[in-house]
């Protein structure tokens, strides 16, 4: 876990952490409380891990609870009592090397292959600001797609890219 991270974990303090999420591409829902008295809970990370499969090849993969950690922190920063809507989570080998050969804004190893990635946006909320606080955590990888309406996190090396600049979704 980034220094970034442990610090805003920290700034929250001791409490059960909870994930809402509304999944774009199946219409799925979850809404679990993934952290609770001091430890992960396996069950909750299953049903997370399954609505954020690759929806394309039905591959289910670990996501990283870091990265679960992280949306625990920007939802409670934003004070969002709405799910994350989520564009894309896990990808499996064949649908990211599918998805490079169309398009120049998705690299060939990106973190999404190891279940530490995730595009989102946030209801009710600004794309921009939902990229300021993502940058502000220092938490791990910024990207900034306002062309398409999400940012996406994850929590690798701490970088970011954006706009139009550097247009590769990690
Ligand atoms: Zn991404």
Redesign the pocket.
Known sequence: MSPGLARALAFIGPSNRKVALHNLHTGEDISVTYFEDGQYVPDALDQVNQVLRDFRTGDVHQIEPGLLDLLHVMRSKMALDRPLQV??GYRSPKTNAYLASISHGVARH???MEGM???IRAPGIGLAEVHRLALSLGAGGV?YYPASD?V?V?VGPVRHWGAEDHWE??
């Open positions: 564009i894309s990106s973190l999404h990635a995730i595009d990207g999400f996406h994850d979704d990690g």
